[in-house]
């Protein structure tokens, strides 16, 4: 599964945020996400009976998600998820403080 979402802020910020999604989704679901550099994460774990792995690029204005593809009957379902996550953690609209932890 692939997922290309661009993005108007600045690196470091765009980093911070991702950091926060990622508290989020471990506090939530349990889903493990680590940093090996500063533009790149692993994430892996289980959402509902998905397993989730795979990886999180940042470039320049763009987040790259790539992970296992869920199959047929969860795919759009976890596409969604993911765009969303992503559009909501990465507006600008939203102060890195407002943004969920999941606690």
Same mark, same amino acid.
């Given at each position: 599964?692939?997922?290309?979402?661009?993005?108007?802020?600045?690196?470091?910020?765009?980093?911070?945020?991702?950091?926060?999604?990622?508290?989020?989704?471990?506090?939530?679901?349990?889903?493990?996400?680590?940093?090996?550099?500063?533009?790149?994460?692993?994430?892996?774990?289980?959402?509902?009976?998905? @397993?989730?792995?795979?990886?999180?690029?940042?470039?320049?204005?763009?987040?790259?998600?790539?992970?296992?593809?869920?199959?047929?009957?969860?795919?759009?379902?976890? =596409?969604?998820?993911?765009?969303?996550?992503?559009?909501?953690?990465?507006?600008? @609209?939203? =102060?890195?403080?407002?943004?969920?932890?999941?606690?």
């Amino acid at each position: 599964m692939e997922i290309d979402f661009k993005h108007g802020l600045p690196p470091e910020d765009a980093r911070a945020r991702l950091e926060v999604l990622g508290e989020y989704l471990h506090n939530r679901h349990g889903i493990r996400v680590t940093w090996s550099d500063d533009g790149r994460a692993r994430f892996h774990g289980k959402y509902l009976v998905v @397993k989730i792995d795979g990886e999180i690029r940042m470039e320049p204005g763009m987040v790259k998600f790539r992970g296992e593809d869920p199959g047929f009957l969860w795919r759009k379902k976890a =596409t969604e998820y993911i765009h969303g996550k992503l559009k909501s953690y990465l507006d600008p @609209k939203h =102060t890195l403080a407002d943004l969920p932890r999941g606690k």
